[in-house]
Structures are given as C-alpha cells and as structure tokens.
C-alpha cells in the first residue's frame, strides 16, 4: 500500500487556483491516483483519477510527473463551495479504499 | 444520476442497545463498504463486502458488528451492544469493482448518537 503525504490544510480566496500536491514515493507500477472530496457532513465523493501526465473533468485537473512519485491536484477557480477535504489515495484494484486524513482546504471570500 | 440510499439520517440509541443501519447500494453495483466518522476525524474503513460474504475488515470491526445483505437491495450494519464511543457518522458505500480502481459512491450517511 503505497504510503501518501498531503498537506493538512490550505486556505485560499475565492477566484484563485488550488493546486493541493500529495507525494507518493513508494508507487507500485499497478496504482493509480486518485482523489475524492469531502464535503461537510456528507460522504466523500471520487473527484478524479489518473495513471500519468495529465487527466481532467469538469472538475480538476490532475498533474501526475513522469516518475509519477507526486501528483497535483488542480482546482481552477475555486469558490466558497469548494472548501471540503480533499484526499490523495494510490492504488490498484487490490489496495481497499482506505482514507488519510486528506487536505482541509479553506476558501475565503 | 443512481446514489447509494442510507436510513435513517439520524439515530438517537441508548448505550448497551442495539442498532441496525441501513443502505441501497446502487443496484448494479457488486462492492459493498461500510466506514465510520467521528465527528472531526478522519473516514476510517470498517469493513468491505462481496458475493455475500466479507472480504476485509479493519480492526474496528469487532464482534459487535456484523453486516448483512438480507435481500437483493438492502445492505445493513448492526452495531449489537452500542457504547458511547459509537457515536459517529457511518457512511455506506458501493462500487462495480473492488479496491481504490474502482469510483466508489458513498451514501449521506447516518448520524449515531449513543446516549
């Protein structure tokens, strides 16, 4: 199970990009990353995934190097109702869907 | 779009009683999960569920819990002799696949207050 390091928290005003970078060292070649949200009082929601260089939705964007020993998660943006957790998980079919403690992210107005 | 179902919202339970929690999973879904929130901490995995037997627990899920899929629709979590320390968010969870591969939804939970 490939051990994940995010920051805590971040704070950020409305208008600005996030970019929230979770470091994965001990990436299997099988896993992939992916990233869910949680907001308040509700369930955490799969936001994105990738393999390598670039995914993006509707959503995010998702920044993943070629050693692929990190990856940046990429919210354009971002409003009031982004502030949620987001969580950095990495994996394959295999890994359980296990969550850190993610990254508390904050937008100010 | 198809979500995972949860009842109640919200349970008020005397400690020592017992509870049932209750979801629909997404119906052509074959992965089933239960997880817990304690109020200001992390989501922390309970338990995983497939062809009607459980494929992996963590080391909360001890004997008073069980879980079930009593038909083809229900998937529930009882928590036999509840204690103080039960009080959570418990979320529900299903996926067509297994592991973090798989897009997994996730219910809006059921709040458990022990009293």
């Known amino acids: 199970l490939a051990k994940t390091t995010q920051p805590i928290s971040m704070d950020s005003y409305e208008g600005q990009e996030v970019n929230i970078t979770c470091s994965h060292n001990n990436i299997a070649t099988n896993d992939y990353i992916t990233w869910y949200q949680q907001f308040p009082s509700q369930g955490p929601r799969f936001i994105i995934q990738g393999y390598k260089t670039k995914v993006t939705n509707e959503v995010a964007s998702l920044f993943i190097p070629a050693d692929r020993k990190s990856s940046t998660l990429s919210l354009p943006r971002v409003s009031l109702s982004d502030t949620a957790v987001y969580y950095c998980?990495?994996?394959?079919?295999?890994?359980?869907?296990?969550f850190g403690k993610g990254t508390r992210l904050s937008v100010i107005a | 779009e198809p979500e995972v179902t949860q009842t109640p919202s919200h349970q008020v339970t005397q400690m020592g009683q017992e509870v049932i929690l209750r979801c629909v999973p997404i119906?052509?879904?074959?992965?089933f999960y239960w997880y817990r929130q304690i109020l200001g901490q992390k989501v922390e995995f309970l338990v995983s569920f497939y062809n009607n037997e459980i494929s992996e627990k963590s080391e909360i899920f001890d004997d008073q819990f069980s879980v079930e899929r009593p038909d083809g629709s229900n998937f529930t979590l009882k928590i036999r002799s509840t204690k103080l320390e039960d009080s959570a968010m418990y979320f529900c969870?299903?996926?067509?696949?297994?592991?973090?591969?798989?897009?997994?939804?996730f219910g809006q939970g059921t709040r458990l207050t022990v009293v």
């Open positions: 998980l990495v994996g394959d079919g295999n890994t359980p869907l296990v």
């Open positions: 119906s052509n879904h074959l992965y």
């Open positions: 969870a299903s996926s067509e696949a297994k592991g973090i591969r798989a897009e997994a939804f």
